[in-house]
């Protein structure tokens, strides 16, 4: 699976509440309409001009705080096609995962790319090409390879019990 889209560059220790403003936790219910509310309090011209298929490239500890799978589910909503960071926070690693939301640990990555360039990550070869230069990371165990290209937890464990 390749991704090409254009990045969205944030710092360190974004966590949950401004990837998915609090203040809509117990409102905002359909998933369709979280993502119109994606890193409102962060950055106002990202629901305006992010597009399906860009990336965010942050810092340190991306997702941080609550545990809330609204962070992970209004990016994926939004169109994000993945999300690289220095690190994440655990919880909010693996609910992007569930959600089918493709995550990559790199502390390179967010030195290679600025704001507004084309990024592509090809997952199968592990690598990461921006501004004329590639970085390695490890692909995907085939397991979560296949929670990614399934869409999540849930619809790759409908697949594997044939209720899909």
Not at 102 to 114: K, M
Request: net charge negative; glycine share 10%.
């Amino acid at each position: 699976m390749k991704i090409r889209g254009r990045v969205w560059k944030y710092g360190d220790d974004v966590n949950t509440d401004v990837i998915f403003p609090g203040k809509y936790t117990y409102t905002v219910k359909d998933r369709a309409e979280m993502a119109k509310y994606a890193l409102e309090d962060l950055d106002a011209d990202f629901n305006k001009n992010a597009g399906p298929g860009d990336i965010i490239v942050a810092g340190k500890n991306w997702g941080c705080g609550s545990s809330r799978e609204q962070a992970a589910i209004c990016l994926k909503e939004r169109g994000i096609g993945a999300i690289i960071a220095r690190s994440f926070a655990r919880i909010h690693y693996r609910n992007c995962l569930n959600e089918g939301l493709p995550i990559i640990i790199s502390s390179e990555a967010q030195d290679l790319a600025n704001a507004g360039d084309e990024i592509e990550i090809d997952f199968e070869a592990g690598v990461i090409t921006a501004a004329g230069r590639a970085l390695k990371f490890p692909p995907y165990p085939e397991f979560v390879q296949g929670l990614v290209n399934d869409g999540g937890l849930i619809p790759h464990v409908k697949k594997s019990l044939g209720l899909a």
